[in-house]
């Protein structure tokens, strides 16, 4: 897929990402650039089946200065919580000089 998402998937998640986070580090200015955790619950619609058939549960939206936009999926919210704190810690060591 052209354009600043990698694919249509990602471009939803996104959209879901501007409606809140549950949490979010980073800067599109610097470092590695923006990192949003987006959690979902059986009862909305992030929750959702993917075409490989896997269902997520949460996600980890990365956005760059160039404004290029990359998700990351997880089966559970730890496993994106784990994930997140990986970049918290990258994020915090990262004072933006």
Excluded: P
């Excluded at 998402?5 to 959209?15: A, C, I, K, R, T």
């Excluded at 987006?38 to 404004?67: M, P, R």
Aim: include cysteine.
């Amino acid at each position: 897929m052209a354009g600043k998402f990698g694919s249509e998937d990602d471009s939803l998640v996104y959209q879901w990402s501007l409606d809140g986070t549950a949490d979010e580090c980073g800067d599109v200015s610097y470092g590695d650039g923006w990192h949003g955790l987006v959690l979902g619950t059986a009862d909305d619609c992030t929750q959702f089946t993917e075409t490989n058939g896997e269902t997520y549960a949460a996600y980890i939206v990365h956005e760059g200065s160039q404004g290029f936009v990359d998700v990351d999926y997880y089966v559970t919210e730890s496993e994106a919580r784990a994930a997140f704190d990986e970049y918290r810690t990258n994020n915090d060591n990262d004072n933006g000089e």
